[in-house]
């Protein structure tokens, strides 16, 4: 009885170490992974940034005269800038400026 006592003792150590083990490296991939995807998030943002330099240098210089490809982005951000403007004058106006 003693002996199938130490055995089970033993192997359910050996399990828990191996288990245990199985836990620790699983968390730590976890944990690179969400590093990486923290990493790939920032280029995007960097992307996204310069992306919209890019559209922004576009459209001031060529706004006025877009390529046909850029006609209607260009259209719309004329309308809105409008509107904007537009908008803002009622505001100036309700508050008597």
Not at 25 to 43: F, G, M, V, Y
Not at 79 to 92: P, S, Y
Request: aromatic share 6%.
């Amino acid at each position: 009885m003693e002996i199938f006592d130490k055995n089970f003792v033993s192997k359910l150590g050996e399990t828990i170490t191996t288990k245990g083990k199985e836990v620790s490296d699983k968390a730590k991939d976890l944990a690179e992974i969400a590093n990486l995807r923290s990493q790939i998030n920032t280029c995007e943002e960097v992307v996204k940034k310069n992306y919209m330099e890019i559209g922004k240098k576009y459209y001031e210089l060529h706004g006025s005269m877009p390529e046909e490809e850029y006609e209607e982005q260009c259209r719309a951000i004329s309308n809105a800038q409008m509107g904007i403007a537009d908008l803002e004058a009622k505001i100036k106006e309700i508050k008597g400026i």
